[in-house]
């Protein structure tokens, strides 16, 4: 299966902290995904809120470097969900610029697979993320 690409990244849960202090709603609109605001609504806990969000940053920088362009060429942070699936694994939902960028490095027909791992032990958060055609 050919790779298409490979990312990692490291949060520290510090910068998100003053981040979802100083601007909580310009920070949830500008990063997460209408999905994600939905399940960070959820955590009742600041703490639980800035963990979930710090997880969520280092995988979309994780996706977006595997990408090959950061957050640029159209790529936008909200373009790059984290969902979990039914047994709590993450994976990643791509959308808009994100999704045509992987089209693009792919092949529109061709599937893909993105693989997530993420970790925390605060105060950091690390996402290692690998794309392949399948």
């Known amino acids: ?10 949060v520290d849960f510090r910068r998100i902290e003053r981040m979802l202090r100083d601007f909580p709603s ?6 997460l995904a209408p999905s994600e605001r939905e399940d960070m609504a959820c955590k009742t806990e600041f703490f639980a809120r800035v963990a979930f969000c710090a997880r969520r940053m280092a995988a979309k920088e994780a996706c977006a470097k595997a990408l090959g362009t ?13 969902a979990s699936r039914a047994g709590g694994a993450p994976e990643i939902i791509l959308s808009g610029g994100a999704l045509a960028r992987l089209r693009g490095l792919a092949g529109p027909d ?14 950091f958060a690390q996402a290692f993320v690998v794309i392949e055609a399948i």
């Not at 310009?26 to 990063?31: L, P």
């Not at 790529?75 to 969900?81: F, K, T, W, Y």
């Not at 697979?113 to 970790?119: D, F, Y």
């Open 1 to 10: 299966m050919p790779l298409i690409g490979i990312g990692t990244d490291l």
């Open 26 to 31: 310009r920070f949830a609109a500008r990063v």
């Open 70 to 82: 950061g957050f640029s060429g159209g790529v936008h942070l909200r373009d790059i969900a984290v």
């Open 110 to 123: 061709v599937p893909t697979k993105i693989h997530i791992s993420l970790s925390d032990e605060p105060p």
